[in-house]
């Protein structure tokens, strides 16, 4: 007689044996199968997918909407959320813009700057909810308007262009666009995609942020309890979503060689969306980096493929909100059979 349990092992006669594929994982596998899916659904309706040039343009624009992506998985696994990513990608790309072209600062500097600046709008987003005990939901919001606001501030609400002669071209060159190892194709900018993913599960799976992270969100009760300083930690947390926030506003910038005021509405959306689809669960304490990155290509493979077959923009825009409310409903699901 057979006796499944609900971890999913399963005890056959007193023996107790694991499940051959852990339920963590089966959301990973899912994913992984929709997007080969959507792959040969999109190769097949049109022959331009499938090219070399348009599957690096898949990675390169993959690239910002994965470490957004890559960020809030963190977040989200405390059971918290961040709706601030997107504006606060956006002003780190207006202060990366302002310390190389207006404060003539050297490239390098320029780019920490705007890493430092999503790093600081992390920290502020985690102390106001840790010590001011305000919901996330609430706190991130604040913060979504105020880096609205400065970087509508800071940039005269239009776009900063960035001269030659400011070095910004270089920045365009190495960053994003440009490639570290000659002869390979594949820009830089997929490369610091995939370098963040593997910083950031060696973050989540390796380290003391890590454990604590998953203790945050199974149950933060009884992480207070036990002597551990929660609100130190969801700081920690949030600032470390900031980190990758500012790096993808440095990626933002350098793919367009300019930074825009404009730009940021709607990514913490598609970012949200990409952890959810990649097993995260909105519930907190369960998820993967593996996951968030599966995510983050089904949402650009999906973009690319509806642009190829000349979808319009507002039916775009309604299939990825369509999918959102899929990926949350899987989630509630998942929750529900647990």
């Known amino acids: 007689m057979k006796i499944q349990n609900d971890t999913g092992a399963v005890q056959t006669g007193g023996k107790r044996t694991m499940p051959i594929i852990k339920p963590g994982a089966m959301q990973q596998v899912l994913a992984f199968a929709s997007l080969v899916i959507l ?4 190769s097949f309706s049109s022959p331009n997918f499938f090219q070399f040039t348009n599957i ?31 504006t606060v ?39 106001i909810i840790s010590k001011m005990k305000i ?26 262009y960035f001269k ?32 963040a993913a593997i910083i950031g599960g060696i973050i989540l799976s390796k380290t003391i ?11 933060e009760e009884a992480t207070r309890l036990s002597g551990i300083n929660v609100n130190y930690w969801k700081i920690v947390i949030y600032t ?22 404009s730009l940021g509405s709607g990514y913490e959306l598609e970012a949200i969306a990409a952890v959810v689809l990649g097993g995260t669960s909105l519930s907190g304490g369960k998820g993967t980096i593996v996951g968030t990155v599966i995510g983050a290509l089904i949402m650009s493979v999906l973009t690319n493929g509806l642009r190829i077959l000349s979808v319009p923009q507002e039916w775009q825009t309604v299939v990825v909100g369509i999918v959102i409310v899929l990926a949350v409903y899987a989630d509630i699901l998942r929750r529900r059979k647990k």
């Open 209 to 219: 942020v890590g454990r604590y992270n998953f203790a945050l969100g199974s149950n």
């Open 135 to 160: 919901p996330p939901f609430i706190a991130t919001l604040a913060m979504m308007m105020i880096a609205k606001g400065l970087a509508l501030v800071i940039s005269g609400a239009k776009p900063i």
């Open 89 to 127: 990608m956006t002003l780190s790309a207006i202060m990366t813009g302002v310390f190389i072209t207006y404060w003539e600062l050297p490239v390098p500097l320029g780019i920490v700057g705007g890493i430092m600046t999503g790093a600081i709008c992390g920290l502020l987003s985690g102390t």
């Open 164 to 195: 030659e002669e400011t070095g910004y071209s270089k920045l365009a060159l190495d960053s994003a666009i440009g490639k570290f190892i000659p002869g390979f194709d594949i820009p830089n900018g997929v490369l610091i995609f995939f370098a």
């Open 39 to 42: 792959v040969l659904v999109f």
């Open 56 to 86: 690096v343009g898949i990675l390169l624009s993959t690239a910002v909407i994965g470490v957004l992506a890559l960020g809030s998985t963190f977040v989200i696994i405390t059971g918290g959320i961040d709706l601030s990513v997107g």
């Open 240 to 261: 470390i979503t900031g980190t990758f926030t500012g790096l993808a506003g440095v990626l933002m910038a350098s793919r367009l060689n300019s930074a825009h005021p």
